[in-house]
């Protein structure tokens, strides 16, 4: 439920882009979530679409990038995959292990375009 | 971090800079930063405020019912005369939970989100404004009772603190890992109740929580009969003490884990 509010705050961030672009709207939007990041993709998407209207990003694509889990263990070293609730070790069953990746919630990458007043970019995108 | 634009790239993300081998700034702009920067921006700033008034900030997680209230009625009792105490309280609706509170002779700000799950950085400011910072040494934050969407929201407090009460089942930190991740420590509460339930097994819901390669303490405790609140006062004290220490050494804490905030830390 929380997406919503995430949402809104990726808006806030791309108008602060797009401003330092002139004339050139938000087209395409990178994220990369993470298992571990408490958001659920699916719901974060349903939610870009309420939170960009009237934004600079109207007509935006979002692309999620979803990562896996990764845990380094902090007895034996080696990296392995892990899941959300068992960020065990795979090598030697250590508990202790620190994570790599999976919590990512990141905003990564954001394409512009020209802006385009007769709405032709919104079906391009839709 | 990148010392080009100030963005994130640490070792989860930085493969899409290497294998991409761009990191340009054209039509098509790297950015790399947490959706969540807004918030965690002024989370450092309440965390920063927090510091120089040599406040120790407390952030209480559970699901509704697991006994945050109680057990801060009960930390009054017991500390309320070695420490000044202050409460901002999270609940979607009423003023319930700060008049129980003020009913202990504590200063309470009520935050009330409405349909929001979660408190943010944001809300926790502006309650700010309603507390006078100076007469406070020990500030507890009683988020919204949620196991989900708190975990997420960075407030500027020092500790997690997750709560699990013996109703709720001892496998909630497999079923809410994000949270249970999260935790500096997880008290299991309302332990008076083991007995009668016959089925939770704090040991088991302390493997669950390693299972999540989280160190974090585990006090088994009731609020209503007093078993082992010695314990979590105690955590609390040393807690205190060591947060005058840190302050006097111009350093701060930030919980155990933030989503990337560990790793965007590190990459500095």
Partial sequence: MHELSICQALVDQLEGIAAQHPGKQVAEVYLGIGPLSGVVPQL?????????????????????????????????????????????????????????????LLLERVELEAFEQSGESSQKYH | MCDTCGCSITEGNRHLIDEGGKHEHSGAVEVLSNLLHENNHTAAHNR????????????????????????????????????????????????????????????????????????????VHSALHDMNLDEIDILFIENVGNLVCPASFDLGQHYNVTLLSTTEGDDKPAKYPVMFRAADAMLITKSDLLEVLGDFDPQKATQYLRNLANPAEVMTLSARSGEHIDLWIEWLQKRFQEQQQRIAGGETRRPAIQADGIALHAAR
Wanted: negative net charge.
């Fill in chain 2, 48 to 123: 920063e405020h927090f510091d120089r008034h040599h406040v120790l900030t407390i952030n209480l997680m559970s699901s509704p019912g697991s006994g945050k209230t109680a057990l801060l009625e009960t930390t009054i009792e017991q500390l309320g005369e070695k420490y000044r105490i202050g409460v901002i309280e999270g609940d979607l609706e009423t003023e319930n939970d700060a008049a129980r509170i003020r009913a202990k002779g504590v200063p309470a700000v009520q935050i009330m989100t409405g349909t929001a799950c979660h408190l943010d950085a944001h809300l």
């Fill in chain 1, 44 to 104: 974060l998407n349903d939610a870009f679409s309420v939170a960009r209207a009237g934004s600079c990003a109207d007509a935006a694509t979002l692309h999620i990038h979803e990562s896996e889990i990764i845990v380094r263990c902090l007895s034996c070293g080696k990296q392995s995959p892990a899941t959300a609730n068992r960020l065990l070790c795979s090598h030697c069953g250590e508990w202790q292990t620190e994570l790599v990746s999976g919590d990512e």
